[in-house]
């Protein structure tokens, strides 16, 4: 049985956009990794040498990781009005998400000039105060990454508005859900370990 050209286009489409944000996301968490081993090696060799400062990490950041996970709810409820058809509840749900998002960056924002308030900067004289490095490090990875998935919400807004996310259409809005819930998988993650790593 011959499938149709619009309909086996669609599917390389889906399997190609699909493949590339799995193959982002792959990429991005072998970073977060690499990030994560290189804060553990240099806090055993500088925790052997007393030269290791530790320190609390900014409440905003506790904040940060309350302010993704809500957000990922209002993804997913955006994708579950999608494959239902509710057409005109996506706009609202992904503008909910992008507020979230931004007071996620502003919380972000606020939790850096509190270290910088400490007197703990990207770059420090001390050699302990690395441990300080690697939070700007992680957290300024982790931004860069927000951004680009508020760039996709802002898409998502418009091209819902236009009603060009529905139940026939959820390429666009299952990147944007996935990338999302990715995102804030990361910063959970990301945080726990500097908590019990420190």
């Known amino acids: 049985m011959t499938i149709p050209n619009s309909m086996s286009d669609k599917k390389n489409i889906f399997n190609e956009k699909t493949f590339i944000i799995w193959l982002f996301i792959v990429a991005s968490s072998m970073l977060f990794i690499a990030f994560s081993?290189?804060?553990?090696v240099h806090k055993t060799d500088g925790v052997q040498n007393n030269a290791w400062l530790e320190f609390e990490l900014p409440v905003q950041?506790?904040?940060s990781a309350?302010?993704?996970?809500?957000?990922?709810?209002?993804?997913?409820?955006?994708?579950?009005?999608?494959?239902?058809?509710?057409?005109?509840?996506i706009p609202s749900l992904l503008t909910i998400?992008?507020?979230?998002?931004?007071?996620?960056?502003v919380s972000q924002i606020f939790a850096i000039l509190d270290l910088v308030d400490r007197g703990l900067f990207f770059s420090n004289s001390e050699a302990g105060a690395i441990s300080a490095s690697f939070v700007y490090v992680m957290a300024g990875a982790h931004f860069v990454h927000i951004l680009?998935?508020?760039v996709l919400i802002i898409v998502g807004i418009v091209k819902s508005s236009r009603l060009e996310v529905h139940k026939k259409n959820l390429i666009f809005i299952n990147i944007c859900k996935t990338y999302w819930h990715f995102l804030g998988i990361v910063w959970?993650?990301?945080?726990?370990f500097l908590y019990f790593a420190k």
């Open 66 to 89: 309350v302010i993704v996970a809500v957000s990922s709810i209002f993804m997913q409820l955006a994708y579950k009005a999608a494959k239902n058809d509710d057409v005109y509840k």
């Open 188 to 192: 959970i993650f990301l945080i726990l």
């Open 37 to 40: 081993s290189a804060y553990w």
């Open 148 to 150: 680009g998935g508020i």
């Open 97 to 105: 998400t992008l507020l979230l998002a931004v007071s996620f960056c």
């Open 61 to 63: 950041f506790w904040i």
